[in-house]
């Protein structure tokens, strides 16, 4: 039996929302300070980690996977953020390749996060 996770830093979602996150932060240190889109970007990106961590301090299941599923939605988000960026040459063709790869990591590992929450419930019914 696999060890019991103590803190959300614990969870493969969280730590590849993290990735996502500081990848984000540093391809828009590029954009001016002022650029809506590297607002969007950076808010949807943080918002990921931020909505798996808040779920994680949930007591009921449909609490957590709400927010598992907020996070998910914010993943699709930046990935949508990215493709503009890109096409209005915002963002490099690299930095877009790898952020549009950290964020399907993000949404792959936050679908058997929900996934297994669902398990989880079912199991415990």
């Known amino acids: 039996m696999p060890d019991k996770i103590n ?24 954009m001016s300070r002022y650029d809506v889109l590297r607002n969007q970007i950076e808010r949807a990106a943080l918002s990921i980690t931020s909505n798996i961590s808040e779920g994680f301090g949930r007591q009921s299941y449909a609490d957590k996977k709400h927010f598992y599923i907020i996070a ?8 949508n953020q990215l493709i503009v960026g890109r096409d209005l040459g915002s963002i490099k063709e690299d930095d877009f390749k790898d952020l549009a790869r950290l ?23």
């Open 7 to 30: 803190s959300f830093t614990q969870l493969d979602a969280w730590k590849s929302g993290h990735k996502l996150v500081l990848a984000a932060f540093v391809c828009c240190k590029n």
């Open 72 to 79: 998910r939605g914010s993943a699709y988000e930046v990935q």
């Open 103 to 125: 964020s399907l990591d993000s949404i792959k590992l936050l679908h058997g996060l929900i996934r297994s929450l669902d398990k989880q419930q079912k199991a415990n019914s």
